[in-house]
């Protein structure tokens, strides 16, 4: 059986075609095409603005610039996500703050954030983890009690929508990713919505050097004059990439509902394994579904015999299974060890980080693929 991934891009004759007719134009990097994706992005996701970036990494850290988060601020974060949420707010000089998860969704729990809160305290980076959305409602309050900024990183989630509203215009700012394995791609590339003019305008000229003007516009205006106003950098979007973004978000929604049904058809399989149990959905948010990530009861799987996650894991991976783990606690990676954090932080997430594993979740994935994924847990799990 050859590999399944854990996840992968949906590329069409349609996407190869926008891509090269962008190839064939006067633009190759800021043209038409970045405006239009930003329009249509902004226009799906029900916000105003939309800045397109040439990461989502690029995008957290326009973000955390946006929010004029500085050296002496800290800024309340999840340790259960990829380091560039983090890192983001070291960029800027500042200290990202832990603050645990809830062990059924890996979602921050709210009830610990004000704890964490001090007069330094200069905003929220929260994740939507494997593609379900956090408590937004309650976020916002909290941000507006302390007058923080909430901005959303919501790399998994595009698509997903908490009390029916849609994730990317829940928060202050709401960070997207288009790397490959996302719901949708332009190669690399990242977006960042906002209602907020004045944040859209200073993230623009964050991604262009800090300049106040682009060279399509000084081309427009028959002028040579800009101003570098801020510290900015070289983070743009190019308009290949646009072109393929703006050509793969027409089938965002396709891809999100097949997600949606593999998601409901391992979740139906695996409620009669009793070792492995889905994370837990909240009745009022509708996942996106970017990672289907399951706990293993080690202990209901053996009695006599120490298995660990390390096990399980090599197993399914000579099966076949593309499974991966879906994160180690940000704080444990050596930099961040050696910035002084310790083990121990977030108890939690600690824990789950041992029993967790990312199954194959992609559009692409056939009834079969998911059957044999079900299959080869079943036969790894029960011996
Ligand atoms: C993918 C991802 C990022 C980074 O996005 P890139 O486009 O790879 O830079 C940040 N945060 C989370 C939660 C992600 O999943």
Known sequence: MSAIPYGRQWVTEEDVKAVSDVLRFDWLTTGPKVEEFEEAFAAKVGSRYAVALSSGTAALHAAAFAARIGPEDEVITTPMTFAATANCVLYQGARPVFSDVEPETLLIDVSEIEEKITPKTKAIVAVDYAGQPCDYDELKNIAKRHNLTLIADACHALGATYKGRSVGALADMTVFSFHPVKHITTGEGGMVTTDDPELAKVMRIFRNHGITSDHRERERCGSWFYEMVDLGYNYRLPDINCALGLSQLKRLDQNVSRRRELAAFYNEAFSRIEAVRPLTQKADRNSAWHLYVVKLDLNKI?????????????????????????????????????????????????????EIITLPLFYAMSDNDVSNVVAAVRKVVSC
Do not use: M, T
């Open 302 to 354: 053996s009695i006599d015999r120490k298995i660990d996650r390390k096990d399980i894991f090599s197993s399914l991976r000579n099966e076949g299974i593309g499974v991966n783990v879906h994160y180690i606690p940000v704080y444990w990676h050596p930099y961040y060890q050696k910035l002084g954090y310790k083990k121990g932080l977030c108890p939690v997430a600690e824990e789950a980080y041992e």
